[in-house]
C-alpha cells in the first residue's frame, strides 16, 4: 500500500480534496468506506488531467450521496436499480455508486449488478490500468490500493484484462483496449491480444447493442490520438465487422489527418462548430454507396450523421478547380460545417485552398464583386 494523500494534494485543487475529505468523515459516521476509483485514479500516477470523481462505497452509496449533498447543499440524483447517485456541487460531479459485482446473462448484454465488496467490484473492471483505487474514509485517506499489479502495468505501458471471459462478456471492451492504447501508446498484454484476436474472429463485436457501439465510437471520435486509435481497430479487423469493404488505404489516412488539422483550424479560427463523428464517419465510409452508408448510420443510431453524408454525395463532384467564387460560396452558405470540413479534407490541395480562401474572405466580411466573379 502507497499514502497518496500528498499526490491528491497536489493534482486537485485545495476546495476538492477538502470536500473528498468530507466524503471519507461522513462515510466514517455512517460505518461505511469509500474509495476515489478508476480512469481518475490512473490519470494521477500518469499526470494526465481528469475531473470525473468517482466514487466505490462499500455499504449504501444512495444514503451516503445523499448526505453528502444534504451538508453541500449540493445538488442530488439518484438510481436506485443501479444502485448509484450522483451530486453536483458548484460545477464539480461527484458519481458514488455502491460496490457490485455484473453478471453477464449473454455476450454484449447490459450487466445485472449485485452488492459486493471493494475488490469484486474492481475485478469486474475494463483493464488492470482501470482498477487502482485510493482509500477516502477518514483515518485512512490517500492510502492506494492495488490488487491486480496496476502500478506495474502502467509503469510497463501495457493494457491487460482481468479475466479470460471479458471480452466474451462484453464485446465493447474491444474497442476500449484499443482506444487506451492508442490513447497512451501502450501495447497490449501477450495473452489480452490472443484473446481479443479470439473475439474478433468470432464475431462477438455484432452481439454488442447498438447503443454501446454508437458511444464507444463517439468517444474515439473526439479522442485527441483518433487516427492512431482507428488505425489500431483497422489492424485488428474491428471496422471490417462494422463497415464493408474497409481498407486503410494511404488515401484515407490522408484523409483522417486532415480531419484532425482543419478541425482545429475552423473551429479556432473562424469558429465553426463541428460534430466531429459525422466527419470521421463520413471518412470511413466514402467509399460506399450512400445508400449502404446510410443504412449503417441507422443501425448504429447516428442518425445526424445522414445528412452530412448526403449533401457531400450531392455536391462532391460539383467542385473542381474550374469552379467560380461566387458558385463556391453560395454552395458553401448553404452546407453544414461538418460537410466543409470533409470537402476540404477529401478534395485535392488546389480545391481545398479555394474554398479556405472563400471561407477566410466571409469571415471577413470581404467579398467584393470582383471575389464572386473570380
Not at 461505511?32 to 490519470?43: E, N
Not at 484523409?255 to 482545429?264: A, F, G, P, Q, S
Request: glycine share 4%; charged share 30%; aromatic share 12%.
Amino acid at each position: 500500500m502507497y499514502n497518496f494523500k500528498q499526490k491528491l494534494e497536489k493534482y486537485f485543487p485545495e476546495k476538492i480534496v477538502n470536500t473528498l475529505k468530507d466524503i471519507g468523515k461522513i462515510a466514517k459516521k455512517l460505518n461505511m468506506k469509500v474509495y476515489l476509483v478508476g480512469g481518475i485514479v490512473r490519470d494521477i500516477i500518469m499526470q494526465r488531467e481528469n475531473l470525473d470523481i468517482d466514487i466505490i462505497v462499500e455499504g449504501d452509496a444512495i444514503k451516503l450521496a445523499k448526505e453528502f449533498a444534504k451538508k453541500k447543499k449540493g445538488k442530488f440524483n439518484k438510481f436506485e436499480e443501479f444502485m448509484t447517485a450522483q451530486v453536483k456541487v458548484g460545477n464539480i460531479k461527484f458519481d458514488f455508486a455502491t460496490a457490485r459485482k455484473e453478471i453477464y446473462e449473454y455476450p454484449g448484454a447490459y450487466p445485472k449488478v449485485q452488492k459486493s465488496n471493494l475488490k469484486e467490484d474492481l475485478y469486474r473492471r475494463d483493464f488492470t490500468i482501470n482498477t487502482l483505487a485510493i482509500n477516502l474514509t477518514q483515518d485512512n485517506f490517500g492510502i492506494l490500493i492495488d490488487y491486480f499489479n496496476s502500478l506495474q502495468d502502467i509503469k510497463n505501458g501495457k493494457i491487460r484484462i482481468l479475466h479470460q471471459l471479458s471480452f466474451i462478456e462484453d464485446p465493447i471492451r474491444i474497442f476500449r483496449a484499443l482506444r487506451f492504447s492508442g490513447r497512451f501508446n501502450f501495447s497490449l498484454g501477450k495473452t489480452t491480444e490472443k484473446l481479443l484476436k479470439i473475439a474478433i474472429d468470432q464475431n462477438l463485436i455484432k452481439a454488442a447493442a447498438p447503443g454501446r457501439l454508437n458511444l464507444e465510437l463517439n468517444l474515439t471520435f473526439n479522442e485527441e490520438k483518433v487516427v492512431e486509435i482507428l488505425n489500431l481497430m483497422y489492424k485488428y479487423k474491428v471496422l471490417n465487422q462494422i463497415i464493408p469493404y474497409f481498407e486503410m488505404t494511404e488515401e484515407r489516412l490522408i484523409i483522417l489527418e486532415k480531419i484532425r488539422d482543419y478541425y482545429i483550424f475552423l473551429t479556432s479560427q473562424l469558429n465553426f462548430k463541428v460534430n466531429k463523428s459525422s466527419v470521421y464517419l463520413l471518412s470511413l465510409m466514402y467509399h460506399l454507396p450512400v445508400e449502404s452508408s446510410i443504412s449503417i448510420l441507422k443501425k448504429l443510431h447516428f442518425e445526424e450523421a445522414i445528412k452530412i453524408f448526403e449533401e457531400f454525395f450531392k455536391i462532391k463532384n460539383k467542385i473542381n478547380t474550374g469552379i467560380k467564387n461566387s458558385i463556391l460560396y453560395k454552395i458553401l452558405k448553404e452546407i453544414k460545417p461538418e460537410t466543409t470540413l470533409f470537402l476540404i479534407s477529401y478534395l485535392p490541395s488546389e480545391i481545398s485552398q479555394k474554398i479556405l480562401e472563400v471561407l477566410n474572405k466571409s469571415k471577413e466580411r470581404i467579398i467584393t464583386g470582383k471575389d464572386l466573379i473570380n
